[in-house]
């Protein structure tokens, strides 16, 4: 797929990596010592998944995928970052965890990867980065053996309807909560991972409804188990947010005011 913003948000994603390799919020050391870099709700959700073979979409420098296949799974991850990719096969030959990592477009991806999976995988800020769902359910459901299943996690539409400038210190209603075929473009230099980092490319984002999320799953004959919605974040996505014991992002108070991520899990039906 061709499409004139994502060289403009590979180009950044180039850039995050860099920083993202380096923050604390990645924690390379860490991992390397074996610390867990799958979410909770992913570790209570996605069931037993030794032996499995998985497909990782959007996987940055693996961490989460290493994670996936230090638990047995045999897992391919595919990102359009350069570094990511490179720094992924890396991290595997480091670890002495073998993984696969296949760097494209995942739009691209059926001209690098013939292939079924138990199960496709993605989770964490991946979808704004897509212009079209109709074509990414399409592919996950390429990839999906019968009887296997899409998982994932993923901050909730809601929660970027509102401003988060380090000012704020509540909700304020900003963008539309619908999908529009122009992106929004983000030219704050915002690193998410380390806010002491700035960076040059612009961005290009897509907001996706919760229902557009679905419909596009249901169409290509997927079948939800579930839908979960979560009152919490895993980083602070709004400034005023605050850190519980757990390490999750609350707002203030106690107040679940707004779903901050969701996550779903849609089974690919066994043909009769
Ligand atoms: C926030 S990361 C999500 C990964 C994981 N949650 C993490 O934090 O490492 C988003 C990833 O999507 C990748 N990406 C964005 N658009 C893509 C596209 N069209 N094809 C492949 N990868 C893409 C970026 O390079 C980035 O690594």
Not at 18 to 46: H, W
Not at 138 to 152: A, E, H, T
Request: with cysteine; net charge negative; proline share 5%.
């Amino acid at each position: 797929m061709n499409h004139k913003y994502l060289d403009t948000n590979k180009a950044l994603w180039e850039e995050l990596t860099e920083i993202n390799i380096g923050s604390a919020m990645y924690d390379l050391e860490g991992f390397k010592q074996g610390a867990e870099t799958l979410d909770p709700i992913e570790l209570a959700e996605l069931g037993d998944i030794k032996g499995k073979s998985i497909l990782h979409l959007q996987c940055q420098f693996g961490q989460d995928a290493i994670s996936l296949a230090r638990k047995g799974a045999q897992v391919t991850g595919v990102d359009f970052s350069e570094k990511a990719i490179a720094l992924a096969k890396g991290l595997s030959s480091e670890q002495k965890v073998p993984a696969e990592f296949i760097c494209c477009n995942i739009y691209d991806l059926p001209q690098h990867l013939d292939k079924k999976f138990d199960t496709v995988f993605t989770s964490g800020g991946v979808l704004c980065w897509l212009p079209d769902l109709t074509k990414w359910a399409q592919l996950i459901n390429q990839y999906l053996k019968p009887g296997g299943f899409f998982y994932i996690r993923e901050f909730h539409p809601v929660s970027t309807v509102f401003s988060n400038d380090s000012e704020d210190t509540g909700l304020k209603a900003r963008y539309s909560y619908f999908h529009q075929d122009q992106p929004l473009m983000w030219d704050d230099g915002y690193a998410y991972a380390d806010h002491s980092k700035k960076t040059h490319n612009p961005s290009f984002e897509w907001q996706h409804p919760l229902a557009d999320v679905v419909s596009s799953l249901l169409t290509v004959g997927l079948k939800i188990e579930f839908l979960h919605e979560f009152p919490y974040c895993s980083y602070d996505c709004f400034p005023f947010l605050e850190k519980g014991a757990d390490g999750r992002w609350r707002f203030p108070g106690g107040n679940d005011l707004i779903p901050l991520m969701f996550s779903l899990k849609a089974f690919k039906p066994v043909e009769k």
